[in-house]
């Protein structure tokens, strides 16, 4: 139910209001929680309860900003802007990785420091509000798991969530190990669990976020491959400027240049390609410029390798 990256072939059919509605009901499950985990880390003296408010803090900034962000996608393409705003998604999913980066730095520098010269810790209050918070994490992320997750926005939102309750189970076995034996600094070693589960996602979220603005080919589909099989479409010479990227997540998209053989029937080969495009790989958005081997323009500048068909 609950962790890694979506797949590509996650149902898209999750209304956006129903993505909203779900998101929302997590937002105020963290949010009353957070408050009070606040007070008790303050009293009981525990990192690891602060860490996990702190982190609880930026799961309801991420949350809120996943929230606007689909909105602005949702807004149709206006003056420049022609794809829309689709891309503010992507744009909050790497905001989410870097918070994480940045708060995991912070709490391995206190955790550290904290190992060197640990504090007295109330273990008893660590493990009632780390359990509670488990529970509620918990129901944060179910709620959040029936949003569409193959959207890379509330797949940041999510992996934050995901990655505070991760943080609670390491929490809640810090408090039992504080009661039962004394040994004060499990509160920092719990700590330092959690931060590096927050470097895994907080990369993750950063790197396929970039992919993306850096018009990388989306996970999955292969220029090279695509290229080739192109070019072995019946009718077609060769096949340059090929672009293969995404608009956001969920959304790839391709361009080309066909030569086709002089003689052949231009309509014929798009239609083919266009339905081998579309059964092979999923890709519903293209844009062919198809032409005559021997009428066509090469462009001086092409972008990318040429696919030639064999013999």
Sequence with gaps: MFGGM?????DHGVPAGADRRWLTLALA?????????????????????????AHMLTDAGAIVLALIAMRLAARPPRGGYTYGLKRA?????????????????WLAFESVRRLIAPPPVTGSLVLITALAGVVVNVAAAWAMSRANRSSLNIEGAFQHVVNDLY??????????????????????IATLVVVALMVKAGVGLVRESGRIFLEAAPSGLDPQRIGDRLA???GVVEVHDLHVWQITSGQPALSAHVLVAPGGDCHTVRAEIERLLHDTYH?????LQVDHADLSVHCEDAHGASYRSQP
């Design 6 to 10: 979506p797949t590509h072939d996650h």
């Design 29 to 53: 499950l963290i949010g009353v929680f957070m408050a009070g985990e606040v007070v008790v880390g303050l009293i009981a003296g525990s990192l690891a309860l602060l860490s996990d408010a």
């Design 89 to 105: 998604e992507i744009l909050s999913a790497q905001a989410n990785g870097v918070t994480m980066l940045i708060l995991a730095a």
């Design 167 to 188: 943080a609670f189970i390491a929490t809640a076995v810090a408090g039992v190990v504080i009661l039962t034996t004394g040994f004060a600094r499990a509160d920092a």
């Design 232 to 234: 072995g479409v019946e």
């Design 283 to 287: 890709l519903t958005h293209s844009t």
